[in-house]
C-alpha cells in the first residue's frame, strides 16, 4: 500500500489537535470516511504511512467510545466498521480546510502540501464518497 500524504502533513496535524485533542485523529478519520467502510488497523497504519498500529489506539478507542464504530472480529484479524455520522463528511471538510482546498479544485491542497497524493486522498469528490 502506499501511503497517504495527508496523514504526515504538519497542517493536518495541528488542525486535528486543535479540533481533536489528538493529532492523527483526522487523518484517521478521513481515512475511515474514504474507506468502504470496513478497516483493519494494520492496513490503516500502513496506509496512513504510520510506523505502528499504536499511533492508531487512541484515535479508535475513542472513536469506538463514541459510536463512530464498530468492533467487528475477523477470522485472524480485527476489523472496524465505519457507523453512519455526519462527522465523517465533516471530517474530510476539515481536512480540505487543513490542506488549504477550496470547493472549485478538491486535490490542488494535497498536490501542493507533499507533491504527491494518494491512496485514500485520491478519487475524493464533494458531495460523492462512501460515506453511509
Do not use: C
Not at 35 to 53: H, I, T
Request: glycine fraction near 10%; charged fraction near 15%; hydrophobic fraction near 40%.
Amino acid at each position: 500500500m502506499s501511503g497517504v500524504s495527508y496523514a504526515q502533513s504538519a497542517r493536518v496535524q495541528e488542525l486535528s489537535a486543535i479540533v481533536f485533542g489528538q493529532k492523527h485523529r483526522l487523518a484517521v478519520m478521513v481515512a475511515i470516511a474514504q474507506s468502504d467502510g470496513l478497516v483493519n488497523p494494520s492496513d490503516l497504519a500502513a496506509e496512513l504511512g504510520f510506523r505502528a498500529q499504536s499511533a492508531l489506539q487512541g484515535p479508535l478507542k475513542d472513536l469506538l467510545a463514541a459510536g463512530l464504530i464498530t468492533r467487528v472480529d475477523g477470522p485472524g484479524r480485527v476489523y472496524y466498521q465505519r457507523n453512519p455520522h455526519s462527522l465523517w463528511p465533516a471530517a474530510i471538510e476539515l481536512l480540505q480546510q487543513a490542506l488549504g482546498e477550496n470547493a472549485d479544485s478538491p486535490h490542488a491542497g494535497a498536490a501542493a502540501d507533499t507533491g504527491h497524493h494518494s491512496g485514500l486522498a485520491s478519487g475524493f469528490e464533494r458531495g460523492s464518497s462512501n460515506i453511509n
